[in-house]
């Protein structure tokens, strides 16, 4: 049974051009592996390199060196076009910040991912208005853009993007931080469904109730970081 | 001049250019450019004034000759062509149908002596439509897919603001239904709220239409929300190539994290 995620070997650097080429090693001989329908939580100090591990594996840092298998692409060392049919069709990424194209309705913001994987916008915008529901966005609001929403807001409708589309691999960077209590509960909901149907996990909580009832293992990153292990 | 080239390959490109090379004289305008543009892929070309981003577009589009190289475009019906070696009828057909130019300047994209229901008519007239009522209706529905009035259809560009100037240059490139867009600074010079509603303009037409762009601009904050992939140039040549966010977020040229670094926070 081949895991969903498979990373061996993994190191990263940062070089500083210019602030005097520093190199910075932040990461090295990184392995993680995750199979379909299990959860697993990235634990470590803050800048212990949960993030920067998490990025990696969505393709938006560079790894310096290793493979970062997701569904069978390597994800350092795949062309663009495929990380971006990956990010499409099969790797999700609930980031802690929303970021959108001001001015747009917050229910086609939700809907856009399926629009992407050919859904039609009938359908689309039906799951849609089904998640923002489920995350407590009142419908007066959909019509409008999330840009001048609150915190919370804003996190309730990335969640409400991220899991639109049913990807069989999902990052999850602190989904539950700025949440209160009813709609933490609503998005640990979503992260079981989710692990139901069989998705491969990888999250961020530092919330340690959260991470305790959905996480299936813990890997602490502080082994990955040079001079630290 | 008319045998295809075999590309072997699962999925062929639209475009495949090959050490592109363009020289004022002595000067360097762009040099030794290759990538190749997947169907439905949107790239950005960023860099600073000079940097050669613009005489790039200009020689992939057909606007300038470049010295050396080549620029492949999969025809629909002889497959992958040179269009520096193609004729110059070739070339404009392709210019007409297949391909579109968005400028900065809406006034060098429309013609603004013609009213906004003539400006995207033209066009349809020029791939062979005839029938005016049909031209009409089609010239209606495009002023609205790109949120100009239908009382606005006999008005002239003269009479628009900046921002429904570039939106009428939008529908008249695109009412052809072509398959690859160059846009030099699309945003350029527009108000920053003219300029969100223009780029969620841009991204719906691009997803519905299954386009395939080239975007030129300076803006990295525009790049981010409309470039899958993005070149970045300096001195005539492309320092870093990458998906979009991971150049912004982990630049690893040493110009590229400059330009970065660079940017003001709002």
Redesign the interface.
Known sequence: MNAMIEIAGVAKTFTMHNQGSAVIRVMEGAELSVARGECVALIGASGAGKSTLMRMIYGNYLAASGSILVDGVDVAKAEPREILALRRETLGYVSQFLRVVPRVATLDVVAEPLLAVGVDVAAAQARARELLTRVRIPERLWSLSPTTFSGGEQQRVNIARGFAHAYPALLLDEPTASLDAINRETVLSLIEEAKARGAAIVGIFHDEAARARVCDREVDVTAFTPGLA | MTTAIEIPSAVTPLLRVTDLNKFYGTRIGCADVSFDL?PG?VMGIVGESGSGKSTLLNCLAGHLAPDAGQVLFDTRAEGMRDTVTMSEPERRMLGRTDWAFVHQHARDGLRMNVSAGGNVGERLMAVGARHYGNIREVAVDWLGRVEINEDRVDDRPTAFSGGMQQRLQIARNLVTGPRLVFMDEPTGGLDV?VQ??L??LL?GLV?EMGLSAIIVTHDLAVV??LA??LMVMKDGHVVET??T??VL??P???YT??LV?SVLQV
Do not use: F, V
């Open positions: 997947y892929e709220s969100a509603r780029l969620d991204r997803r981010r929300l899958d992939r990458g998906l966010d991971q977020d982990d690893q040229h040493a994290q400059l670094s």
